[in-house]
């Protein structure tokens, strides 16, 4: 169940295309976390890059009640490749700044290959600048109820 649960959720976000949204943004800080979210979901597959952009204390909290570190978030992500027929963007994308502790909230949108919405999650990643730079410490998902 724990993995179903992991899965599910984690490929709805994993396979998100990165975009360059362009909002009109003061804050570099607020750039700066949208440059990372975008490098994040472009490599979300890629143990290297993971390791970069995830902090040693990350948690990826689950709906099963379950808390996911950033070793097993690298370890699930590097072997559990999304199919190549889906295609994600963000959607409504919003970073607030608070000193050293940056979140970004947004809905991914996803689409099968003739372009119909097929799925939408909406998430929240936390950042936290450690020795002048951003790394994510907390990211979560769920599935956005079609009514």
Same mark, same amino acid.
């Given at each position: 169940? =724990?993995l179903?649960i992991f $899965? !599910?959720g /984690? /490929?709805?976000v994993s396979?998100v295309?990165a975009?360059?949204p362009?909002p009109?943004?003061d804050?570099q800080?607020?750039v700066?976390?949208?440059? /990372?979210?975008?490098e994040w /979901?472009?490599n $979300?597959? @890629?143990?290297?890059?993971?390791e970069?952009i $995830?902090?040693s204390?990350?948690? %990826?909290?689950?709906? +099963?009640? #379950?808390?996911v570190?950033?070793?097993? %978030?690298?370890?699930?992500? +590097?072997t559990? $490749?999304p199919?190549?027929?889906?295609? &994600?963007?963000?959607d409504?994308?919003?970073? &607030? ?7 970004v @909230? !947004?809905i991914?949108l996803? +689409? #099968?290959e003739?372009?119909?919405e097929? #799925?939408?999650?909406i =998430? ?5 600048r450690?020795n !002048?730079r951003?790394?994510?410490? @907390?990211a979560?998902e @769920?599935?956005v109820?079609?009514q």
């Amino acid at each position: 169940m =724990f993995l179903r649960i992991f $899965l !599910g959720g /984690l /490929l709805a976000v994993s396979m998100v295309q990165a975009q360059n949204p362009s909002p009109t943004l003061d804050n570099q800080d607020q750039v700066a976390l949208i440059a /990372l979210e975008n490098e994040w /979901l472009a490599n $979300l597959h @890629n143990p290297t890059v993971l390791e970069t952009i $995830l902090a040693s204390d990350f948690v %990826h909290p689950l709906p +099963s009640g #379950d808390f996911v570190t950033k070793a097993q %978030h690298i370890q699930f992500t +590097s072997t559990h $490749l999304p199919p190549p027929n889906r295609k &994600r963007r963000f959607d409504q994308m919003q970073v &607030r700044v608070y000193g050293d502790v940056g979140i970004v @909230n !947004g809905i991914v949108l996803t +689409s #099968d290959e003739q372009g119909r919405e097929v #799925d939408r999650t909406i =998430f929240t990643d936390v950042f936290v600048r450690r020795n !002048g730079r951003w790394e994510a410490v @907390n990211a979560q998902e @769920n599935a956005v109820s079609r009514q």
